[in-house]
């Protein structure tokens, strides 16, 4: 009961927030070119579905950031791996990563069009770089976490290092790698609007830049909150694999798993 008790007191205070912006806009006349009431902006999405303009953009938009993340996620999974079990990885290929990491992605997203053209493969690349990092990052603290103790004893018992890794040191940095898929689901969605503003053919950033040019402030406001939901519903889904799969992190703080997210996320 204080599950939908609360749920229902969110709903009414998004619809409390939404008829004061409206008696505002409405009071002060502020023109819809710069601040459109929500009556103006559910309009607006309710025209973009009935003549089915958003969803076709839409569609191209989550394959885009779910094919990035993927992408970004397996490859950083991958290197974060390497470098969190091998000293000499890290001290090789660590360097080259931060200093990728930090080229600004807006800044590298041009080139990634000019390289992989205005379709589907250069805005998963972008999203996927995009989403690389903070999955990396999160995947060797974690592997590191295991305590020293715990190590030493399955080698006393002649434990193999794929042993020590499956049985030890991944599911110690589980909490830590869900962490890291909740921001990284995020960023992919970035990345990927990103790479449509740049350049696109169809997709949700195209359609935000297309609208900017005619003015369209409502469509505009339409369509940031579409990929508000759909950030929303993304992260919502690697939270509820996380509460599945983890299931002693679940029994263990009684269902709440906000601790381990900001552990895993102040990284």
């Known amino acids: 009961m204080g599950g939908v008790k609360h749920f229902v007191l969110r709903l009414l205070l998004i619809v409390a927030v939404l008829a004061v912006w409206e008696f505002l806009v409405k009071l002060t006349e502020v023109p819809e070119y710069i601040l459109p009431a929500p009556s103006r902006i559910f309009f607006a999405m309710y025209n973009g579905f009935r003549t ?3 969803p076709q953009h839409f569609f191209v938009t989550l394959t885009e ?3 990035g993340f993927l992408a970004g996620t397996f490859l950083a999974f991958l ?7 091998s000293r000499r990885v890290e001290y090789f290929l660590y360097p080259f990563i931060v200093m990728f990491q930090a080229m600004p992605k807006v800044a590298l997203a041009p080139l990634i069009i000019v390289w992989f053209g205005l379709g589907l493969t250069s805005k998963v690349i972008n999203a996927a770089l995009v989403a690389f990092f903070p999955l990396m990052v999160n995947t060797i603290v974690g592997l590191r976490s295991a305590e020293e103790d715990r190590i030493n004893l399955m080698r006393s018992l002649a434990a193999s290092r794929s042993q020590i890794f499956f049985m030890l040191q991944l599911p110690n940095a589980l909490p830590y790698i869900f962490a890291g ?3 990284a689901m995020i960023f992919a969605l970035i990345g990927a609007i990103v790479a449509e503003f740049v350049g696109a053919e169809r997709g949700l950033g195209m359609l935000i ?3 900017n ?3 369209d402030v ?3 406001f339409s ?3 579409i990929l508000s939901l759909l950030g929303l519903c993304l992260n919502g889904i690697i939270v509820l694999a996380r509460r599945h799969l983890l299931f002693w992190e679940v029994a263990n703080t009684g269902g709440d798993t906000d601790n381990s997210s900001q552990k895993g996320g102040s990284v």
Do not use: C, K, P, R
């Open 52 to 54: 089915n303009v958003y």
């Open 65 to 67: 950031t779910l094919l």
């Open 79 to 85: 290197l974060g791996t390497l470098v969190a079990l």
């Open 181 to 183: 898929l909740e921001i």
């Open 209 to 211: 830049q297309s609208m």
């Open 213 to 215: 040019f005619n003015m």
């Open 218 to 220: 409502a469509g505009q």
């Open 223 to 225: 369509i940031l909150l």
